[in-house]
């Protein structure tokens, strides 16, 4: 999978941009804020149809447009998926609500029909590695459910509709909670959304047991190697609600023995679930919210038995999430047949220099790569004479020829 074209109109400071992209390794260069970022930034929102620069969408509108009563951001990707070309247009629209209010709507085209988001995710890939992505590692789980989430979007089919679909299951069983803790509320209607909850969230619980396994399959090899074999890493999935207990003498410990729940059947982790929300369905019922479930699951990286977001130095974080972003390219090919396009902003300021030669060695596998820098020193030569080199200045591109 490659990007061909991209056109962007009013998307952060690029008010107006049309570019070819070619088949190969693009470097942006140029000094901070002048949207070398927000290049990647728009080619993430395509493959993920959420911003890693920020949680208010709004602010991704050109400020000058969004002053406007109605403003209109819009993307396109024309994008070449195995044989077939296809057209992706995300718009976003701020427009006029209530008295002197605004409300922001997002509309998805896929080859010119218009889509719902969670039917479209995994149609174009990409994978981001940004530094600040170490929050993933030494971040709250809130921050590693959504790598989770996002990943396996792009990869399982269904998923997104699925967590969809458990996020609204999961607010109408807290509101009926709260309900019956306040003495109002059918008593009735909570084994229907019992129901509703397990059927959905087993099906994420069995997604993310295979895609961690298989996704720790390639990073612990690649930390092998990035490490010259002196350390191993280990992929910890924590889930709120687990089909298989913890062994005895393992109770809050983070060093514990890796536990294999691949064998595990979707038949089994329901009924599973759903009789533990019936063990506990009193002290639910007194706290007014859904205690168990994966909008509560973890994940955590081990290191010789210790665990990187606790006790990890700087350069093990650094090598994890570097080893973890490498796996997730190789898993995602592996799962969909295609690479995705890879988007790497600022991270060779970041390593070392062994670690920028691995980084090198392993991204030159794929078919289209954007780094963005600086300093093109951080590159080797051989590196930059294949590269093809962009100057970005002020919200405009321009190649360098």
Request: hydrophobic share 40%; net charge neutral.
């Amino acid at each position: 999978m490659y990007l061909k074209h991209l056109s962007l109109t009013n998307f952060r400071s690029l008010t107006r941009l049309d570019m070819q992209f070619p088949r190969r390794v693009v470097l942006l260069t140029g000094e901070n804020a002048q949207g070398k970022t927000s290049v990647l930034e728009a080619i993430y929102f395509l493959a993920a149809f959420t911003s890693f620069q920020t949680h208010l969408e709004r602010q991704i509108i050109n400020f000058h447009e969004a002053k406007n009563p109605l403003a209109v951001t819009r993307l396109v990707a024309e994008y070449q998926r195995g044989k077939t070309k296809h057209r992706l247009e995300a718009r976003l629209i701020l427009e006029p609500s209530g008295i002197n209010g605004q409300r922001l709507r997002k509309e998805v085209l896929l080859d010119g029909v218009k889509k719902h988001i969670s039917d479209i995710m995994g149609h174009f890939n990409a994978v981001l590695f940004v530094p600040q992505m170490s929050q993933i590692i030494e971040g709250g789980p809130d921050d590693r459910r959504r790598y989770l989430n996002l990943a396996l979007a792009q990869t399982v089919p269904t998923y997104a509709h699925t967590l969809s679909e458990y996020s609204q299951a999961l607010a109408q069983r807290n509101a009926l909670l709260k309900a019956l803790n306040e003495g109002t509320g059918n008593s009735k209607q909570l084994e229907i959304w019992d129901e509703t909850l397990v059927r959905l969230g087993s099906q994420i619980i069995l997604g993310r047991i295979q895609a961690i396994q298989e996704i720790e399959r390639f990073a612990s090899r690649i930390h092998h190697e990035l490490t010259r074999g002196s350390e191993a890493l280990r992929l910890a999935y924590e889930p709120a609600y687990d089909p298989l207990p913890k062994p005895e003498m393992q109770m809050g410990l983070k060093l514990d023995t890796p536990i294999d729940r691949s064998a595990l059947g979707l038949d089994e982790i329901q009924k599973g679930f759903l009789a533990r929300l019936k063990q506990i369905r009193s002290e639910e019922i007194a706290r007014g919210v859904t205690t168990i479930g994966p909008h509560r699951d973890d994940l955590r990286f081990i290191i010789n038995k210790a665990d990187v977001g606790d006790y990890g130095s700087r350069g093990q974080l650094r090598t994890t999430l570097l080893a973890l972003k490498l796996a997730e390219v190789e898993w995602m090919r592996e799962r969909t047949g295609e690479w995705p396009v890879i988007l790497l902003d600022e991270v060779m300021a970041e390593l070392d220099t062994h670690r920028r030669a691995d980084l090198l060695n392993y991204v030159g596998k794929g078919e289209q790569i954007l780094f963005t820098t600086t300093d093109t020193n951080l590159f080797t030569p051989q590196f930059v004479e294949q590269a093809e080199i962009w100057n970005v200045r002020g919200g405009v591109i321009e190649p360098n020829h």
